[in-house]
């Protein structure tokens, strides 16, 4: 498998926004092939640390290669991001100064059609970032009923034809690659020019779906702040709507005082603001960007700094 070239989905915002130092330790808890991970490691040489994290143990394997040149100053595990705080304590950390997260797929994953990410390369209906564990987007797609399926394309992918979809799904079981089951949704939906892929919304869904990725996100929030040391930022770059207004109204909540009701004289609740939002609006990738790497379009980063 060869290394990965490409220069990571808001590369520099990313770097700007956590201003890694030398001496500073940090988590990259989705370090896919390691491109953010070797910025913030050269942004705080040469004495900054940085701990990698990832559920697929390919991208493991490519960050360590990406990151052999930095020796000691660079450790990856395989884990979940979720895991980062028993993580950070294994190498002996108490707290970190900044933490990133990159949601959803990488491209390290996108080219391998035998992980079944996509819908333009032949592959099984896999699509578990960590093929050693949990149930494969095959599961869903031939077994659940056809009401859960529509329920998850509908929630996870906002799928408007997500009832006709499932209806077809389970009409042409058992479907066994992706490419069969891109086809089924196109021919359903109907091939628009110049438009998204007819399947985008449902190999998204199914995705989100294999993985928990929602539920990990939210559990993985706080814990994310409670590790930041004051003064520590916290990066978050989501490519989904979804995971986008879940980390927005996140922020939105811990950079406010009290949370009682304006009817509420007295405030009851005690609730007192833990972050700063660096910038109220998320930072979106340039047209530029956008020009050269096609996936980065729906990127959206946001950038909490703890009080």
């Known amino acids: 498998m060869g290394q990965l070239t490409h220069v990571p989905v808001l590369f520099k915002e990313v770097i700007a926004g956590l201003q890694p130092r030398a001496g500073g330790k940090y988590i990259d808890g989705t370090v896919g092939a390691g491109g953010h991970a070797e910025g913030i490691l050269a942004a705080s040489a040469p004495s900054g640390l940085l701990l990698g994290l990832d559920r697929d143990p390919d991208a493991v394997l490519a960050a360590n290669r990406r990151l052999a040149s930095c020796g000691a100053r660079a450790t990856v595990m395989h884990a979940a991001y979720v895991e980062?705080?028993?993580?950070?304590?294994?190498?002996?950390?108490?707290?970190?100064?900044?933490?990133?997260?990159?949601?959803?797929?990488?491209?390290?994953?996108?080219?391998?059609?035998?992980?079944?990410?996509?819908?333009?390369?032949?592959?099984?209906?896999?699509?578990?970032?960590?093929?050693?564990?949990?149930?494969?987007?095959?599961?869903?797609?031939?077994?659940w009923p056809q009401n859960e399926i529509a329920k998850v394309l509908s929630?996870?992918?906002?799928?408007?034809?997500?009832?006709?979809?499932?209806?077809?799904l389970v009409q042409a079981r058992p479907i066994e690659s992706t490419l069969e089951l891109a086809r089924i949704i196109a021919e359903e939906k109907g091939a628009k020019k110049g438009k998204r892929h007819a399947a985008t919304n449902t190999f998204q869904a199914l995705r989100i779906?294999?993985?928990?990725?929602?539920?990990?996100?939210?559990?993985?929030?706080?814990?994310?702040?409670?590790?930041?040391?004051?003064?520590?930022?916290?990066?978050?770059?989501?490519?989904?709507?979804?995971?986008?207004?879940?980390?927005?109204?996140?922020?939105?909540?811990?950079?406010?005082?009290?949370?009682?009701?304006?009817?509420?004289?007295?405030?009851?609740?005690?609730?007192?603001?833990?972050?700063?939002?660096?910038?109220?609006?998320?930072?979106?990738?340039?047209?530029?960007?956008?020009?050269?790497?096609?996936?980065?379009?729906?990127?959206?980063?946001?950038?909490?700094e703890k009080l």
């Open 84 to 143: 980062m705080a028993r993580c950070a304590q294994d190498l002996g950390w108490e707290s970190v100064d900044g933490i990133l997260l990159d949601l959803g797929v990488s491209s390290l994953q996108f080219e391998q059609g035998k992980r079944g990410f996509s819908f333009v390369r032949e592959g099984p209906l896999d699509m578990r970032f960590d093929p050693s564990s949990g149930m494969t987007a095959a599961e869903i797609v031939n077994r």
């Open 155 to 168: 929630e996870l992918g906002e799928e408007r034809q997500c009832k006709k979809i499932a209806r077809a």
């Open 209 to 304: 779906a294999v993985n928990g990725e929602l539920d990990i996100l939210k559990d993985a929030l706080p814990l994310a702040l409670d590790i930041l040391a004051p003064g520590g930022r916290l990066a978050v770059i989501a490519f989904h709507s979804l995971e986008d207004r879940m980390v927005k109204q996140m922020f939105r909540r811990e950079s406010r005082g009290c949370l009682c009701s304006p009817e509420q004289i007295v405030c009851v609740c005690g609730h007192r603001a833990s972050i700063r939002e660096v910038k109220r609006r998320p930072i979106k990738p340039s047209s530029d960007e956008v020009t050269r790497n096609r996936r980065s379009r729906s990127a959206r980063l946001r950038i909490a």
